[in-house]
């Protein structure tokens, strides 16, 4: 079969690396630096050191299961060290909060108003160890290690928030002058390591260390990992037969391969995250950021794909419609998706289990720019269908217009989240999205596979099949 490409051309523009996946690579590669410095989420394990000039400090949080029998749902280990040099931590307490409205809500909206000792007053537990704190082994520090009093809860799971709170901190005798016993009074709780480890009971190794809201996701990303990974070499393979036997892998499979390497190296390092979490607790926050944002951006990317084969992007001749709006409005949602995505976890209060007002109006915005889009695909398919003179690729058209339901899955993890109980959240929004993500590449996929690929990549010639690289996609590629 004879090409209308010279052999130099086609060896050139057969190579996986476009000018888009090097923008994506690009972005990745930044993102994997921002990554490195994030910090774990819904961690069974929260340590740091405290430098506050409060009296109550906010911890961490976790979600603990329930059982209606009555019988310990949670542990918790504490473990508490200060420098020597500094006064014991007798008067420290560990203050349990849980999420019903008399308790941990109730606190945060008096937060700035009420004194230290009426935030105490409205924990569920408040615990004192006076007499528990000893010297360390090397004589370097005052330390406090306990097993603290479980929890216990029937009616249904609830996230519990725990304080460091010192309401009567006494300062140290100066011995610097007022200075120094100025930055005493100011600092309750002074260099001070604090290390909690929340686990569950009775529910075996591999779920312990995640909470109810967060529970058995390890199990769903090594599901959709095997999957994935079928799924991407079924298409590998694809791709590997149509390159071989035209010498040309058309534009649009290799977008579409870039979209699913890009995702799969998200799916793997969200994997590595949550199975090393279930080893120690914390997982590898950085893969864990990466992971997300891999999606968001692949998401985005196959956004841009079926937007462009609705509009027989370097399948039919016709010039796309709206190519510029296209660019901005996919663009748009992507950057801004990444925007709030990494604002959640950089900048958002960790002591609320909800959304603030400025975040659900960035996921609305969000959410308008996706149905705009989502109309957009639905216009261009009918147009396209409507303008197209060979059946083949008529054929396609409507084939692909079964996506449609594929674009209410982002309003409906929207919507999810405020209609489900937050305990459940997370689960429905993690299994729904990779459900609907893996289905629509496996749909798309397997319209894609050689023989189907074949009657719409191709042009047709002297009233029989005959294919060939189309220099018309070319150029078309090349313009995007």
Request: a neutral charge; one cysteine or more; charged letters at 15%.
């Amino acid at each position: 079969m004879q090409s209308s490409y010279p052999a130099h051309s086609i060896r050139q523009r057969s190579l996986p690396i476009t000018h888009p996946s090097l923008l994506i690579i690009i972005v990745l590669l930044a993102l994997s630096a921002l990554s490195l410095h994030c910090q774990p989420t819904d961690a069974a394990i929260t340590k740091g050191t405290l430098w506050s000039s409060s009296p109550f400090v906010f911890i961490g949080k976790f979600c603990f299961q329930h059982r209606s029998s009555g019988q310990l749902v949670g542990d918790i280990d504490a473990h508490l060290a200060i420098p020597i040099e500094h006064e014991e931590m007798k008067g420290t307490k560990i203050v349990y909060y849980d999420d019903q409205d008399e308790s941990w809500p109730m606190v945060l909206a008096n937060w700035d108003s009420w004194s230290c000792e009426q935030k105490v007053a409205a924990a569920k537990t408040a615990l004192s160890y006076p007499h528990a704190w000893h010297r360390s082994d090397d004589g370097r520090s005052w330390m406090l290690s306990t097993h603290l009093p479980g929890i216990v809860q029937k009616l249904r799971p609830r996230t519990w928030f725990f304080v460091l709170a010192r309401c009567n901190a006494q300062t140290t005798p100066a011995t610097n002058g007022q200075e120094q016993e100025h930055e005493n009074e100011s600092q309750p709780f002074r260099g001070l390591h604090y290390l909690f480890h929340f686990t569950q009971r009775d529910v075996g190794s591999w779920s312990m260390e995640f909470g109810s809201n967060i529970m058995n996701i390890n199990t769903m990303y090594l599901l959709a990992f095997i999957m994935f990974t079928l799924l991407l070499v079924w298409h590998f393979r694809g791709n590997y037969e149509l390159s071989q036997r035209f010498f040309y892998l058309h534009p649009l499979l290799r977008l579409f391969f870039v979209v699913l390497l890009v995702d799969y190296v998200g799916l793997l390092a969200l994997l590595v995250h949550y199975l090393s979490f279930t080893r120690d607790g914390v997982g590898i926050p950085a893969l864990g950021l990466l992971g997300e944002c891999c999606t968001i951006v692949s998401r985005a990317c196959f956004m841009t794909l079926l937007l462009l084969l609705a509009q027989g992007w370097t399948v039919s001749k016709a010039e796309m419609d709206a190519p510029r709006l296209v660019r901005v409005t996919t663009a748009a949602y992507g950057l801004g998706a990444l925007g709030l995505h990494l604002y959640r976890h950089f900048a958002s209060d960790p002591r609320l289990s909800f959304p603030t007002h400025s975040i659900e109006v960035a996921s609305t915005t969000l959410h308008s720019v996706w149905l705009l889009m989502s109309g957009m695909f639905i216009c261009f398919c009918v147009r396209s269908y409507q303008r197209e003179d060979v059946e083949q690729k008529r054929k396609m058209y409507a084939q692909i217009a079964i996506f449609t339901p594929w674009f209410i899955v982002p309003p409906l993890c929207s919507l999810l989240s405020f209609l489900v109980d937050p305990w459940a959240r997370d689960h429905w929004i993690t299994f729904l999205n990779l459900s609907a993500t893996l289905v629509a590449y496996a749909m798309l996929a397997y319209l894609f596979v050689p023989h189907r690929a074949e009657e719409f990549l191709t042009t047709m010639h002297m009233g029989r099949r005959k294919y060939h690289a189309d220099a018309h996609a070319h150029v078309q590629y090349e313009r995007l």
